[in-house]
């Protein structure tokens, strides 16, 4: 279908209806606890139970405070800190032996080593006085107590680069510790609802809810591939289903995290589907977030470009650019923008959209 079309029809005729694109333009107790989430993600990616994640959050709790204190009894001889999640305890490491039964009698672990947590923040500084020599291959560096060295990442098979600029920037070569890492690190954009976002760097659209790997929109958006709304490379659409429907589906890369949650901050908490008359609201790359009521439903549009069935009717005020974006009801949601005319806007529902794409939404 021919955006430049929906454009025309959108902009020209008031009552007509037309799918609205554009063209290019800390850690705290079980009774303090401050994020409630924190519990159930500690269970599932460190695989604790929920006693054993609360009693963590309590002696890392603890480990910190003392961490502060010993710090500053140690002074110069205090050669960094870490917990150990093993027993539970506090591990520092001192460069005076004669100072190891003070740690001791705090109750943290000791361990004697070669390097003071002040020469080691005084390598990385050197480090990054020297930043512009460091040859490509070297993905960042930076101090791990845990043994007690600088750690400088390179990628896998380029140890060879790491010599020449340690060499410039005069620092100690035992104080760094060098390991290959997986691949170079790459900034991270959310994924979130009613953002913006570009289609084979011309038409814009809206982002209507995160699934897992990418995001649900409008069908007629696409298909093709998909630049942010910061014009970084987002990934492609894998379906494109308009006209009958009105949803895509687009995949994002690496690059791109999707979030459950609307770009005014809202969460999405699931997709119960709000009843005729219920408040709902929508948030979109051109009108942003504004709210109406919900209409009539199974509602048949008939677009210049092709019909569409099964949509939702709605008094919400939307213009173009917002094609895709999201329609909730409180923290439900309820489908992606699809078109409208001056009087009714349709969102397409997400519940099908999700059934034929094999996605689930990413909840915030």
């Known amino acids: 279908m021919k955006i430049t079309k929906l454009l025309g029809v959108a902009a020209t005729t008031a009552l007509a209806t037309g799918a609205l694109v554009t063209g290019t333009p800390a850690a705290a107790s079980s009774d303090t606890l401050l994020n409630a989430e924190m519990v159930p993600a500690l269970q599932r990616d460190l695989g604790l139970t929920a006693g054993q994640a609360l009693a963590r959050l309590q002696s890392e709790t603890a480990a910190g405070a003392l961490e502060q204190k010993l710090?500053?009894?140690?002074?110069?001889?205090?050669?960094?800190?870490?917990?150990?999640?093993?027993?539970?305890?506090?591990?520092?490491?001192?460069?005076?032996?004669?100072?190891?039964?003070?740690?001791?009698?705090?109750?943290?672990?000791?361990?004697?080593?070669?390097?003071?947590?002040a020469q080691l923040d005084s390598t990385v500084d050197k480090l990054n006085a020297g930043e512009r020599a460091a040859d490509g291959a070297i993905t960042g560096w930076g101090v791990d107590t845990k043994t007690?060295?600088?750690?400088?990442?390179?990628?896998?098979?380029?140890?060879?680069?790491?010599?020449?600029?340690?060499?410039?920037?005069?620092?100690?070569?035992t104080a760094v510790s060098v390991v290959e890492t997986a691949g170079a690190p790459t900034l991270k954009y959310d994924v979130r609802g009613g953002d913006a976002y570009y289609i084979n760097n011309s038409s814009r659209c809206s982002i209507g809810f995160s699934v897992n790997g990418g995001f649900l929109t409008a069908g007629h958006c696409g298909p093709g591939t998909v630049t942010g709304s910061n014009r970084v490379a987002m990934g492609s659409f894998a379906r494109a289903s308009f006209p009958g429907n009105d949803y895509g589906h687009v995949r994002v890369n690496s690059n791109w995290v999707p979030r459950g949650i609307i770009n005014n901050g809202t969460r999405v908490s699931g997709s119960s589907e709000a009843a005729t008359g219920a408040s709902i609201c929508k948030s979109g790359s051109t009108t942003g977030w504004t709210c109406g009521t919900v209409g009539a439903k199974n509602q048949t549009v008939r677009y210049a470009e092709g019909t569409v069935y099964g949509m939702t009717a709605t008094n919400v005020r939307s213009q173009a650019g917002d094609s895709g974006g999201s329609f909730i009801a409180g923290n439900q949601a309820q489908g992606m923008l699809s078109g409208g005319n001056s009087s009714v806007t349709y969102f397409f529902p997400v519940r099908p959209a999700l059934s034929a794409t094999g996605t689930s939404l990413v909840l915030g």
Request: avoid cysteine; charge should be positive; proline fraction near 1%.
């Open 71 to 117: 710090a500053s009894a140690l002074a110069g001889s205090f050669g960094g800190a870490s917990y150990n999640e093993a027993t539970g305890k506090l591990r520092v490491g001192v460069t005076d032996a004669a100072k190891l039964g003070q740690v001791l009698a705090s109750g943290a672990e000791a361990e004697l080593v070669r390097f003071s947590a």
């Open 148 to 173: 007690n060295r600088v750690t400088l990442n390179v990628l896998p098979g380029k140890s060879g680069t790491v010599d020449s600029f340690l060499e410039k920037t005069g620092v100690d070569k």
